[in-house]
């Protein structure tokens, strides 16, 4: 199984707890989430965060909808917590979030890990369609950040 890894780092100029308090609301995922996915939170809200709840949200990518239902795997709160699919079009998605308070405000870390079914099906499908894709949700994760964070 070929993993690929996204890693991305985006200070913020708030306090950590602040910045890790909007991050770990699963309803800002609709916020920060691009319109061509067609988002939605399944699951009833608030959820409760912790490890072992679970999340279910309805997307649709290229025309094609599909239900994706993340774990979170760990909860570290004010630090990190991590997400991992357990139903989805992925083989592997496991999303690590960290937040670290620096000087003037939080410096927060992406970390994602995932593979794709399909063998080299797969392979071929995201050297053309996914890795952009995927780099094209956290580019306007970026965007989205700066523009609500400040």
């Known amino acids: ?9 985006q200070f913020i ?5 602040q910045v890790f308090d909007f991050f770990c609301r699963a309803e800002t995922l609709e916020v920060l989430t691009p319109s061509f996915l067609h988002f939605a939170i399944v ?17 649709r ?23 991992a699919q357990v139903e989805g079009p992925y083989r592997l998605w496991r999303h690590t ?26 392979a071929v ?4 369609f996914v890795r952009r894709s995927v780099e094209r949700i956290f580019d306007y994760r970026r965007r989205q950040v700066r523009e609500t964070m400040g």
């Not at 199984?1 to 780092?9: A, D, L, P, S, V």
Request: no cysteine.
């Open 43 to 59: 699951s009833p809200l608030p959820i409760a965060m912790r490890a072992g709840a679970i999340i279910e949200y309805r997307l």
């Open 125 to 128: 499908v995201h050297a053309l």
């Open 97 to 122: 979030h960290t937040f670290e308070e620096v000087p003037g405000g939080t410096l927060m870390r992406d970390q994602v890990d995932y593979a794709l079914p399909f063998g080299l099906l797969g």
């Open 13 to 17: 100029a708030k306090p950590l707890a």
């Open 1 to 9: 199984m070929t993993t690929y890894r996204i890693e991305r780092e």
């Open 61 to 83: 990518l290229y025309g094609v909808p599909f239900r994706w239902k993340t774990l979170i795997e760990a909860w570290d709160p004010g630090r990190r917590f991590v997400d």
